[in-house]
């Protein structure tokens, strides 16, 4: 029996991993001066990529994408202060300009203006705090959702008290999903929030989610819309008590026809 | 942009390029073919858990490696799952009960109904190995199964199903040599 009729045998083994490692060791060894042995290995991987799909289709628990994410988060390394500082002061004027994209935010995101004290901890602690995870989450959809969005991000414009503020809403006329980032907003009173409404076409208004800002009135917030973007007419800010209002009944700061 | 249309290939660049919302794109795209794999693998849902956990970590640390040229990033991802978790069976030795679930991967094809592209995509690739598989003698594909699913060794088939080592070996080649040309031909 030459080697090639003895190895023969043993390739359906081989290449369903199932052969022992002397035998795997002859083989490795046989196939670079082997082009007809080679050949047939070829032949069989296709049905071995097939395979795994044999498996009866299980969906898995849907908390496992956070410790997958959580564990595959770039480690945040703390941008120099300086720099950083640069970057958050020139940020407002940056965000106004043209030129804006989401990938420049998430660049900013990356220099961890946002989020690296989150993703600090994380690291840390190994994704063991489901809050937190869900939190990183919510970032992440965020940065998706914004990045991926089709068109151009709508423009809110400022209402008289909130003159110097800025936003856009990001999100496809077809989805649920929208993401909001809004800049210059006056800093919050405590026990205060501020929330969106999508307005529809009878002028009824569904709450959007609640935010907060930071002390430089930067904040964002993930939508997620009973109703795709494109059935709304409007889209409005307003200040209200911390959990929200059932309607509208603040001060207006942001807002813009869709 | 609409994420999902982008290939695996374009996904997996992205990945290269250190941006790691990738991840989760792929993540969403073949959570459920690895777990799945792991799971009729392992008999264990924690374990399952676990394997894809670090089957999407070594990708993510190892996606440099990835060459496309060199084929689909579905069957390198799913080549790494299986190591994986064959690895974690002979590690606990562990054995699923013989038969368990077998007939049942035989018999479902999920309806997927209207569903993403890649679910698709994978339902029709679930269809082709489940009807191939179908198409050959019950004993080769036992053998396959055994291989694939178990982790066997050809002289472990033989000792478990008490068959010569020479019977086995022949079951598994003839039983391949069918897979594939029932494979090859066009889908109906
Ligand atoms: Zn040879």
Request: glycine content about 6%; aromatic content about 6%.
């Amino acid at each position: 029996m030459s080697i090639c009729d003895e190895l023969q045998e043993l390739y359906p083994a081989y290449v369903l991993d199932g052969v022992e490692d002397a035998d795997r060791a002859r083989i490795e060894q046989h196939l670079p001066h082997c082009a007809n042995c080679t050949r047939i290995v070829a032949d069989y991987r296709p049905i071995v990529d097939l395979l795994p799909f044999a498996a009866t289709p299980v969906e898995p628990p849907a908390d496992l994408k956070y410790r997958v994410l959580a564990a595959t988060m770039p480690k945040a390394r703390p941008a120099p202060a300086s720099f950083a500082a640069r970057v958050s002061t020139g940020f407002s004027n940056f965000f106004r300009a043209p030129a804006f994209s989401a990938v420049a935010l998430l660049l900013i995101v990356a220099l961890g203006i946002w989020n690296l004290s989150l993703q600090n901890q994380i690291t840390q602690q190994a994704a063991s705090n489901q809050q937190m995870l869900t939190e990183l989450m919510r970032q992440r959809d965020f940065l998706m959702t914004m990045s991926y969005a089709s068109g151009q991000p709508r423009q809110l414009q400022p209402t008289q008290v909130a003159s110097r503020a800025v936003g856009r809403l990001y999100g496809s006329p077809d989805e649920t999903t929208l993401a909001l980032i809004a800049l210059d907003l006056p800093t919050l009173p405590a026990g205060k929030v501020y929330q969106v409404w999508l307005i529809d076409a009878n002028g009824d208004r569904t709450s959007g989610g609640t935010f907060k800002v930071d002390d430089q009135g930067r904040g964002w917030l993930l939508i997620r819309a009973p109703k795709p973007l494109g059935s709304y007419q409007g889209v409005g800010i307003t200040e209200e008590p911390e959990g929200g209002s059932p309607a509208p009944t603040g001060a207006k700061m942001l807002g813009t026809n869709l | 942009m609409d994420y999902s249309a982008l290939t695996d290939e374009e996904i997996i660049a992205r990945l290269k390029n250190g941006e790691s919302w990738a991840m989760s794109v792929l993540y969403d795209r073949y959570a459920r073919l690895v777990f799945s794999l792991a799971l009729k693998i392992l008999n264990d849902r924690g374990a399952a858990e676990e394997t894809v956990q670090e089957v999407f970590v070594k990708v993510w640390k190892r996606c440099r490696e990835y060459d496309a040229r060199r084929g689909k990033f579905s069957s390198w991802l799913t080549g790494i799952a299986h190591n994986h978790a064959i690895d974690e069976l002979r590690r606990r030795r562990v054995r699923p009960s013989a038969s368990e679930g077998d007939d049942d991967a035989m018999d479902t094809v999920l309806d997927e109904g209207p569903a993403p592209l890649d679910l698709a995509v994978q339902s029709l690739e679930r269809r082709r190995i489940v009807d191939a598989l179908r198409g050959i003698p019950q004993e080769q594909r036992r053998a396959i199964e055994m291989a694939y699913f178990e982790g066997l060794t050809q002289q472990e088939i033989s000792d478990r199903l008490g068959q010569p080592l020479g019977t086995i070996k022949t079951r598994m080649r003839l039983g391949m040599q069918k897979l594939k040309t029932l494979l090859e031909e066009p889908a109906t």
